[in-house]
């Protein structure tokens, strides 16, 4: 049963520190997708990649937010520095291609202090 | 910007029919309707997508109005464990070409 998975699953930490988030695409998945979810904004798309390239990541704070696929079984998020505003739940997802169907991760759930 | 309108909830009974509405009236012809759900705080789950004919598998049926403007998701049987949020979702235009974009969905209550 291939799954998209997400590490951690949880993570807590002060304002100002460094975070990252990881997820593994379901193997033989060339597109890679990140969300964030929180209550006031719903899912929001923040990027995605096709043949580990980023196409679109203009739902991202650039400022402080960089995602990358270093192989084709990894994707990361990172946020430097973190700010309370950016806890949230987020997702992950894989597919075949930008309009195809997306296998979404557990998520990460985020809490900045 | 979401390019679908849903209703924010509904009420089920348990075992009865859930009907799922969803307005998509500036759909473009080649354009693929799809539909997932979230159960509580787990990742959205596909469920069912079409582009003009109806579609039935093995979680729902997919109703597509003749002009496409419009779609039903059909639970047949609902469960309490249908509980969810349903999100219609059609592609949108971006820099990197076509992504998908996840509105407010209906939150769908399938009471005992």
């Known amino acids: 049963d291939a799954r998209v998975t997400q590490t951690p699953r949880d993570k807590v930490t002060e304002m100002g520190q460094e975070v990252t988030m990881r997820c593994q695409p379901i193997l033989g998945h060339n597109t890679v997708f990140w969300y964030r979810q929180t209550m006031m904004q719903g899912l929001e798309l923040l990027a995605y990649?096709?043949?580990?390239?980023?196409?679109?990541d203009s739902g991202m704070p650039k400022d402080r937010f960089s995602a990358e696929m270093p192989d084709a079984t990894l994707a990361t998020l990172k946020i430097q520095p973190s700010e309370p505003r950016d806890s949230a739940v987020y997702f992950c997802?894989?597919?075949?291609?930008?309009?195809?169907?997306?296998?979404f991760g557990p998520g990460t759930r985020l809490l900045v202090l | 910007d979401a390019k679908t309108t849903q209703p924010p909830s509904m009420d089920c009974a348990e075992g009865r029919a859930a009907n799922l509405p969803c307005n998509h009236s500036?759909?473009?012809?080649?354009?693929?309707v799809y539909w997932y759900r979230q159960i509580h705080s787990q990742g959205p789950q596909y469920i069912i997508h079409g582009l003009k004919n109806n579609e039935t598998n093995e979680m729902a049926s997919l109703i597509i109005t003749e002009d496409r403007k419009s779609s039903t998701l059909i639970l047949p049987h609902a469960t309490l464990r249908d509980t969810a949020v349903y999100y219609c979702i059609v592609r949108v235009a971006g820099t990197g070409g076509f992504k998908t974009i996840f509105g407010a969905g209906t939150r769908l209550f399938v009471k005992a």
């Open positions: 997802a894989s597919g075949t291609g930008i309009g195809e169907t997306q296998y």
């Open positions: 500036t759909i473009s012809g080649n354009e693929y």
């Open positions: 990649f096709r043949n580990r390239a980023p196409l679109d």
